[in-house]
């Protein structure tokens, strides 16, 4: 796929993402994929078959650290960047996809779910393993801290719509983390 053709999907699945934030997931359409995007319905199949397909590969997409790891950057920094994105994505109500997310498990699509969750822990179970290894993280089960740091993750995402957060609650669960891995030297980063 050329350069157009990898613009036009991230295009889609950018907008579609609104959507999906905005109506959950059952509610979404190609129509409306279609109206969001100005493509029309052929331009919009040659790149996905449903709402379904387009869904799942928003779910699928990763923060990626292992290259980050590999060219030796701080652990910290890397923490920093991630946690970040996090406390963005918990204060911006409007573009939780925790209904749509809700209704689509209830589809049967539980592995997956499962099959996110993993990589996400692995993924942090790496940082945590890394930062250690550095000396900048505290030594520490990586495989609880990382069920920690997800499960409070999403009970803040979802909680997001339906309680008004202000950003004491977001900055509340960077310092937790932050307060949970660093080292006592290193978390007033």
Known sequence: ??????????????????????????????????????????????????????????????????????????????????????????????????????????????DLFTEIHDKAKKRWISLLEYGMETGEFQNADADQVSDLILYYYQGLRMWSRVIPFDDKVAEHYVKTVKQMVLKHDLKDM
């Open 1 to 110: 796929m050329g350069s157009k053709g990898k613009n036009t999907k991230e295009m889609i699945v950018r907008q579609a993402y609104l959507l999906f934030a905005e109506k959950g997931f059952k509610a979404v359409t190609m129509t409306d994929i279609c109206e969001k995007t100005g493509l029309s319905r052929g331009g919009l199949y040659r790149y996905y078959s449903g709402t379904e397909q387009i869904f799942s590969e928003i779910l699928t997409q990763e923060y990626v650290i292992a290259d980050r790891m590999e060219r030796k950057e701080k652990a910290a920094a890397i923490l920093e960047d991630m946690l970040a994105a996090v406390k963005t994505e918990i204060m911006d109500k409007e573009m939780s996809l925790s209904l749509a997310i809700y209704e689509y498990a209830n589809m049967g699509k539980q």
